[in-house]
């Protein structure tokens, strides 16, 4: 038994700085001086298990051994003779090569032991209490995968910014930037937890400000009533930094959805804009009838008609002439939203063309009609002809004039 009085401080200390367990500090010290003592003094394949006592600072070191008959003892550190075996239990037998009896016994410890444990263990100490913290951090902000955090910019480099959450640090990759948006140091954000992945250098936490999951949680944060399970979102296109459309429903009789999310002089819906950079968004409202909802996720277009495919789910949308380039949008970014947040293909289709076609149709109508009535009389032209020579023969075998 050896005796480690600057461990206890050493364990208290870092379980502070490093945010973890105390328990899980003193199973990572056990495990390197187990490992430290089979270094030193044992065998690299011994099985040892160290206990460290939190209150006299003693570590005491166990070693497990397979028990085989005195003849067959071949290492001394991994084997124990059945004889030896039975001086320490009367009850122990010896086992078989599959399946082998352990016996675990204290070992007597060096005088040394201590100083030279210490210096062999640090380094393993040190590494296993990164890989605990590392286990903790991943385990802590994967369960947070989906959520909404406030971190601040801890230091931007390139394309890439890094978040500080607190007890970890998030990556904002470019891809999930704000278009246009500027970071610095020590700017507060509301970040959107992405993924969180196990890499080789400790958990990784991709964040994101161009998720639609991020307008979520601000709504859900200016719209008490969403927590009230009066409204509720149904669904988000986005273009981060341009355009957002909501689709929104009430669940309450009464309660206007559109108008519980915009709130008083749009209010509400000000203050998200106000935290993504002042980015459009609509508030669509849901309909369960598909043609109703696609005309509302055209808004501000007005619509004069919804024809839907359902075999290939595509919608050919009718507008006024005049309303054509709105529905569309710039570089086709309001019918592209549309489209995501019905999740159906549209095509928008103007009214004039629509006429166009019909005219086009009843044209090719009449000309066919004009063709079918033409063929018809040429027909009895002949039929007529036909019969009239018929009857000049007839005249002529009775000596009449023919009529």
Do not use: C
């Not at 038994?1 to 056990?30: G, H, Q, S, Y």
């Not at 099985?47 to 051994?65: H, K």
């Not at 002042?278 to 004069?304: F, R």
């Not at 709105?326 to 489209?339: D, H, S």
């Amino acid at each position: 038994m050896a005796e480690l009085p600057n461990f206890l401080a050493a364990i208290n200390l870092l379980a502070e700085e490093k945010n973890l367990p105390r328990d899980t500090v003193v199973e990572t010290v056990e495990a390197a001086l187990a490992a430290a003592y089979k270094r030193d003094y044992s065998d690299k394949d011994q099985e040892a298990r160290a206990e460290l006592n939190q209150e006299t600072s003693q570590i005491r070191i166990f070693i497990s051994r397979a028990i085989v008959p005195d003849d067959d003892v071949d290492n001394d550190h991994l084997q124990i003779g059945l004889s030896e075996a039975k001086k320490i239990d009367k009850d122990a037998k010896v086992g078989t090569e599959e399946e082998p009896e352990m016996l675990e016994t204290e070992v007597e410890l060096p005088g040394d032991f201590g100083r030279v444990a210490a210096q062999t263990a640090k380094q393993v100490i040190i590494q296993r209490l990164r890989e605990a913290e590392r286990e903790i951090i991943f385990t802590e902000y994967s369960d947070k995968e989906g959520m909404v955090l406030n971190g601040n910019v801890q230091r931007v480099e390139g394309n890439m910014v890094y978040v500080d959450l607190g007890k970890a640090t998030g990556i904002l990759f470019s891809s999930e930037q704000i278009p246009g948006e500027r970071y610095y140091t020590g700017q507060r954000l509301k970040v959107y937890v992405l993924r969180v992945e196990q890499a080789t250098r400790g958990p990784q936490i991709v964040l994101s400000r161009a998720n639609g999951g991020l307008v979520k949680h601000l709504f859900e944060l200016e719209v008490p009533e969403i927590e009230a399970g009066t409204v509720e979102i149904v669904n988000i296109a986005r273009e981060a930094g341009v355009r957002s459309k909501v689709a929104v429903r009430s669940y309450a009789a009464g309660v206007d959805a559109v108008g519980t999310f915009v709130g008083g002089r749009g209010s509400r819906v000000q203050a998200v804009m106000g935290e993504l950079g002042e980015e459009k968004i609509d508030i669509i409202p849901y309909a369960d009838e598909v043609e109703t909802y696609i005309a509302n996720a055209l808004s501000p277009t007005k619509v004069a008609q919804v024809e839907l495919h359902e075999d290939d789910k595509k919608a050919i949308v009718r507008v006024p002439e005049d309303q054509l380039s709105l529905a569309i949008g710039k570089q086709g970014q309001n019918v592209r939203l549309a489209a995501k947040l019905t999740t159906w293909n549209i095509d928008i289709v103007s009214t004039d063309e629509s006429r166009v076609e019909a005219v086009a149709e009843a044209a090719e109508a009449v000309s066919d009609n004009q063709e079918e009535a033409l063929i018809q009389a040429v027909e009895s032209a002949t039929e007529a002809e036909a019969e009239g020579d018929a009857n000049a023969g007839v005249d002529a075998l009775s000596g009449q004039e023919p009529a």
